[in-house]
């Protein structure tokens, strides 16, 4: 908590003292520097957390490694922060970080207020509850009276006072800023309910419970969460390229290009095709960066299903169906524009 | 400075450089113009920055809805009011664990500074190994440990203990009877304040006969039965009504009656026990101040050894005490402000989360400042005017 009034107080230090920023400052300054610092969350496996070999893994982390592979043909040139709900908007004021990846929802007033600029979704989702079985539970409704674990400084702790109030149920809530001591209050059962966004439960239940099948989640989901990485006023080029990163990964996915597949597709005849991996064109050099901008992202992160399945879908321990995240042409809502 | 007594003297001379005055008056305007300077370009570089970055400004948010709920507090609050009103609810939630946690570690420490100066081995041994113990471990830690031990040791509310009738210890904190809104408990209250008011009188004019006369009087054993008599008088006046508001378990907790919440708990614990291990160093080192001299003086002249230790070391140990219990006392107010980390909903967690959703850090940072910086000079203004008042009585 002191270091967050410490970064509060940086942050308002540099807004003393910098001049305004000018359009290119950050992708020169990360160009210069060699390397992305990239804001995440501080482990909620599947959107970021370091694995067992020390290396930061999640749909989060995917995304600055796909600008690193962007900007530099290297996904490994990232420097990962790990910060909690309540420092990471100063983080990215103040500079300390280039792009906030952070399962960050995206609302007007932190659109507005912030200084800051939401770039795209890169995961559609809701807020949900968690309840003990033993409690015996079955829907949201029931909860009246519960007393309700939340971390500070989130949509979260706002959609759930607003849930209970529409609904004329009472709630007392304990709101602690760590994951680790929000989540541990929870699994000692100084809550009946801990609430975050449902993909958050997930990750919560099948990495932290002491036993994942002695604890529900309850079928509503009470808010929309659309969660996406967030840049800094007042860099128009960077923007842009944390955007089409992003969308690049969806696209490949879209016109059938994976990791696996890649090298093959770069025979293609394709026109898209051709345009997207660097054969054709010049889309990167419009983005500032090397034509071979997007090949380099599905080669090492691979297309948006890889980096889906892999992190939170059937290939990782939350198993999170696609549903909303799949491509609009499946019936989701992930669509990107056309890279032409 | 040095100069006026030196100017003072001097006949009337025309204002020159070479005067010290007027050189010592050209730096002051000098040095404030300067510092002045400095803050209006903050300032004005601040707005124009944060306008640059169209990041929001000002103190209109203080009048919007929170729309946060928090988890206990002194007045009345909820999800519909202010943000005003929300971190209103965050000073008092402050003040009421810093007051209570000044009160407390107070006499706990005085109890074990004392008490390491027992003739009794154990009893002194016991002591130290408290001080050393407990000023030696992160307070941050103790506040983990404190929770923790409430929240894994204690069982679920419905399995909650139930060691004396109405009253519950469980993983929700500790629930208890509260007295029922009725005008018996009013002059109950009333006769308690009544009370307390009458034992400094008393105390006052027991020790005034004390100086006048030699006289004692046993205006502790008075002030006691003044302070417990009192309230039982009033509730007695008001009908003697015994129907207390229970708690009751209902869903998923209890409902009615009052309760300590397992946050507020701990961050109290802990507060408590690690000043008073510094609190406990203070008293021994004023007593030990206090010269052996007095206390044989005292033995002979025929004052039993607690009236010694009240009447004749304690309030010389006082003076010396003043100054760095002060210290404690800012000590423990600011260190309040790691109940953040537990979940206490204190005004730096609130401001933080204020700050949060409004997206106005450096707003959120000065009400934070605002609020210790004016908790700390009244605490150090109190402590000073305290400290002239029983120096006053120095012969
Ligand atoms: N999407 C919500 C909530 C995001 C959030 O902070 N979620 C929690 C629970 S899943 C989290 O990521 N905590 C990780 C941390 O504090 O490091 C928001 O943007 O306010």
């Given at each position: 908590m002191k270091a967050r009034i410490l970064l509060a107080a940086a942050a308002s230090v540099a807004v003393s003292f910098a001049a305004p920023a000018f359009a290119g400052a950050t992708f020169d300054a990360v160009k210069a520097r060699g390397s992305i610092t990239c804001g995440v969350n501080s482990g909620v496996a599947g959107f970021s957390a370091p694995d067992s070999k020390g290396e930061w893994t999640g749909i989060d982390v995917d995304l600055c490694k796909a600008v690193a592979a962007a900007l530099f043909g290297d996904a490994s040139k990232v420097k990962y922060v790990g910060l909690t709900a309540q420092q990471r908007f100063t983080a990215l004021q103040s500079g300390e970080i280039d792009v906030l990846s952070r399962n960050t929802t995206g609302t007007l007033t932190r659109d507005t207020s912030l200084g800051l600029n939401f770039v795209g979704v890169n995961f559609y989702d809701g807020q949900g509850f968690m309840v003990p079985k033993k409690l015996n539970v079955k829907s949201a409704k029931e909860l009246g009276g519960a007393t309700v674990c939340v971390q500070p400084g989130t949509t979260t702790e706002l959609n759930l006072a607003d849930y209970f109030r529409a609904n004329k149920m009472d709630f007392k809530p304990v709101v602690i800023e760590k994951l680790e001591?929000?989540?541990?209050?929870?699994?000692?059962?100084?809550?009946?309910?801990?609430?975050?966004?449902?993909?958050?439960?997930?990750?919560?239940?099948?990495?932290?419970?002491?036993?994942?099948?002695?604890?529900?989640?309850?079928?509503?989901?009470?808010?929309?969460?659309?969660?996406?990485?967030?840049?800094?006023?007042?860099?128009?080029?960077?923007?842009?390229?944390?955007?089409?990163?992003?969308?690049?990964?969806?696209?490949?996915?879209?016109?059938?290009?994976?990791?696996?597949?890649?090298?093959?597709?770069?025979?293609?005849?394709?026109?898209?095709?051709?345009?997207?991996?660097?054969?054709?064109?010049?889309?990167?050099?419009?983005?500032?960066?090397?034509?071979?901008?997007?090949?380099?992202?599905?080669?090492?992160?691979?297309?948006?299903?890889?980096?889906?399945?892999?992190?939170?879908?059937?290939?990782?321990?939350?198993?999170?169906?696609?549903?909303?995240?799949?491509?609009?042409?499946?019936?989701?809502?992930?669509?990107?524009?056309?890279?032409? | 400075?040095?100069?006026?007594?030196?100017?003072?003297?001097?006949?009337?001379?025309?204002?020159?450089?070479?005067?010290?005055?007027?050189?010592?008056?050209?730096?002051?305007?000098?040095?404030?113009?300067?510092?002045?300077?400095?803050?209006?370009?903050?300032?004005?570089?601040?707005?124009?920055?944060?306008?640059?970055?169209?990041?929001?400004?000002g103190w209109g948010f203080l009048n919007r809805e929170a729309g946060f709920a928090i988890g206990e507090g002194l007045i009345s609050y909820g999800p519909a009011d202010s943000y005003l009103r929300a971190l209103v609810v965050g000073v008092l939630n402050t003040l009421r664990v810093a007051v209570i946690g000044i009160i407390l570690a107070t006499l706990l420490g005085t109890i074990i500074g004392i008490s390491r100066l027992s003739q009794n081995w154990l009893l002194a041994k016991l002591a130290s190994l408290y001080v050393e113990v407990f000023r030696n471990i992160p307070l941050l830690l103790q506040l983990f440990v404190w929770y923790a031990v409430i929240s894994e040791l204690f069982p679920g509310p419905r399995q909650a203990l139930n060691p004396l009738p109405g009253i519950f210890l469980s993983n929700r904190g500790i629930k208890f009877p509260t007295p029922p809104d009725a005008a018996a408990f009013d002059y109950a209250g009333i006769g308690f304040i009544l009370g307390i008011i009458l034992a400094v009188v008393?105390?006052?004019?027991?020790?005034?006969?004390?100086?006048?006369?030699?006289?004692?009087?046993?205006?502790?054993?008075?002030?006691?039965?003044?302070?417990?008599?009192?309230?039982?008088?009033?509730?007695?006046?008001?009908?003697?009504?015994?129907?207390?508001?229970?708690?009751?378990?209902?869903?998923?907790?209890?409902?009615?009656?009052?309760?300590?919440?397992?946050?507020?708990?701990?961050?109290?614990?802990?507060?408590?026990?690690?000043?008073?291990?510094?609190?406990?160093?203070?008293?021994?080192?004023?007593?030990?101040?206090?010269?052996?001299?007095?206390?044989?003086?005292?033995?002979?002249?025929?004052?039993?050894?607690?009236?010694?230790?009240?009447?004749?070391?304690?309030?010389?140990?006082?003076?010396?005490?003043?100054?760095?219990?002060?210290?404690?006392?800012?000590?423990?107010?600011?260190?309040?402000?790691?109940?953040?980390?537990?979940?206490?909903?204190?005004?730096?967690?609130?401001?933080?989360?204020?700050?949060?959703?409004?997206?106005?850090?450096?707003?959120?940072?000065?009400?934070?400042?605002?609020?210790?910086?004016?908790?700390?000079?009244?605490?150090?203004?109190?402590?000073?005017?305290?400290?002239?008042?029983?120096?006053l009585v120095e012969r």
């Open positions: 001591e929000v989540i541990a209050a929870f699994f000692s059962g100084r809550c009946d309910v801990y609430t975050t966004d449902a993909s958050g439960l997930a990750s919560t239940r099948a990495t932290s419970a002491p036993n994942p099948d002695d604890y529900v989640i309850l079928p509503e989901l009470i808010s929309k969460e659309p969660l996406g990485p967030m840049v800094r006023h007042g860099d128009d080029q960077w923007f842009d390229l944390v955007k089409w990163s992003l969308y690049a990964m969806i696209e490949a996915e879209e016109n059938g290009i994976d990791s696996k597949n890649l090298d093959e597709m770069l025979k293609s005849t394709n026109p898209v095709v051709q345009r997207i991996l660097g054969v054709n064109g010049d889309m990167g050099k419009a983005l500032g960066v090397d034509n071979k901008w997007a090949y380099n992202i599905i080669k090492t992160v691979g297309n948006y299903g890889e980096s889906y399945e892999r992190n939170v879908g059937s290939g990782s321990k939350l198993k999170i169906p696609r549903n909303l995240n799949n491509l609009w042409t499946k019936g989701g809502l992930q669509y990107a524009w056309p890279v032409r | 400075m040095a100069s006026t007594v030196k100017g003072a003297k001097a006949p009337k001379q025309p204002l020159s450089l070479n005067d010290p005055r007027v050189r010592g008056l050209i730096y002051q305007v000098v040095a404030l113009a300067a510092v002045a300077f400095c803050i209006w370009y903050l300032a004005s570089n601040t707005i124009a920055n944060l306008e640059a970055r169209r990041i929001a400004t008393v105390a006052n004019w027991a020790r005034k006969r004390l100086y006048a006369t030699g006289q004692t009087f046993p205006s502790g054993w008075a002030g006691t039965g003044l302070i417990i008599g009192l309230p039982i008088l009033g509730w007695l006046i008001g009908g003697a009504p015994t129907h207390l508001d229970m708690p009751e378990m209902r869903g998923f907790n209890f409902v009615g009656g009052g309760s300590l919440s397992p946050e507020f708990a701990a961050l109290l614990l802990g507060l408590v026990v690690y000043t008073a291990g510094f609190i406990a160093e203070i008293v021994r080192s004023g007593i030990l101040a206090v010269s052996r001299g007095q206390t044989e003086a005292a033995l002979s002249l025929g004052l039993t050894k607690g009236q010694n230790l009240r009447l004749v070391v304690l309030p010389q140990a006082l003076r010396v005490i003043i100054l760095p219990m002060t210290n404690q006392y800012l000590n423990l107010t600011k260190n309040s402000s790691l109940a953040v980390a537990i979940g206490y909903p204190d005004i730096v967690s609130i401001a933080n989360t204020t700050l949060n959703q409004t997206g106005q850090a450096i707003e959120g940072v000065a009400i934070i400042m605002l609020v210790f910086f004016a908790i700390s000079i009244s605490i150090a203004m109190f402590m000073n005017w305290y400290n002239k008042r029983i120096a």
